[in-house]
C-alpha cells in the first residue's frame, strides 16, 4: 500500500516550499533541483519523493533523465483552503483601517 502524505505536511517543509518554488518556471532534474541546496542529493531526493508522492510534483522521465514539474491543480487546492483565511484576514484589516479612519477624523475635529 503506497502511503499517501498530506499535502500541508509536505509543504510546511521550507526546503520543500524551495523546491516548489524552482519548479514555478521551468521542469528540473533531481541532479538540477540539488544543485541549489547545500545539502547531500539523497536528503533533496526525499524531499523530491515526498512531493511527488503528495502529488505537488510530477515527474516525466526524457531519456535517461526524469524531470520534475509543479502540478498546478495540486497548487489550486492550497490556495482555495487558504482563500477562507485570507478572506478572515482583508476583512480584518478593513475594520482596523476603519478604526484608525475613525481617530483620525475624531483627531482633526479637535
Keep these: 500500500m503506497k502511503l499517501r502524505r498530506d499535502i500541508f505536511q509536505a509543504i510546511a517543509d521550507p526546503t520543500r ?9 521551468q521542469t528540473l532534474t533531481a ?5 541549489n541546496f ?9 524531499h523530491i519523493q515526498i512531493l511527488n508522492e503528495c502529488e505537488l510534483i510530477e515527474s516525466n522521465q526524457q ?4 524531470y520534475y514539474q509543479i502540478k498546478i491543480e495540486k497548487m ?4 482555495t483552503w487558504l482563500e477562507q483565511f485570507r478572506k ?6 478593513n475594520q482596523l483601517d476603519q478604526i484608525l479612519i475613525n481617530i483620525k477624523s475624531k483627531e482633526n475635529e479637535k
Excluded: Q
Excluded at 17 to 22: A, E, F, G, T, W
Excluded at 31 to 35: C, D, E, K, L, R
Excluded at 63 to 66: H, S, T
Excluded at 76 to 79: F, K, N, R
Design 63 to 66: 531519456g535517461r533523465e526524469i
Design 76 to 79: 489550486i487546492e492550497i490556495d
Design 88 to 93: 478572515i484576514w482583508e476583512d480584518r484589516f
Design 31 to 35: 541532479g538540477a533541483i540539488a544543485n
Design 17 to 25: 516550499r524551495s523546491i516548489l518554488v524552482l519548479l514555478t518556471s
Design 38 to 46: 547545500n545539502v547531500a542529493r539523497p536528503t533533496i531526493s526525499k
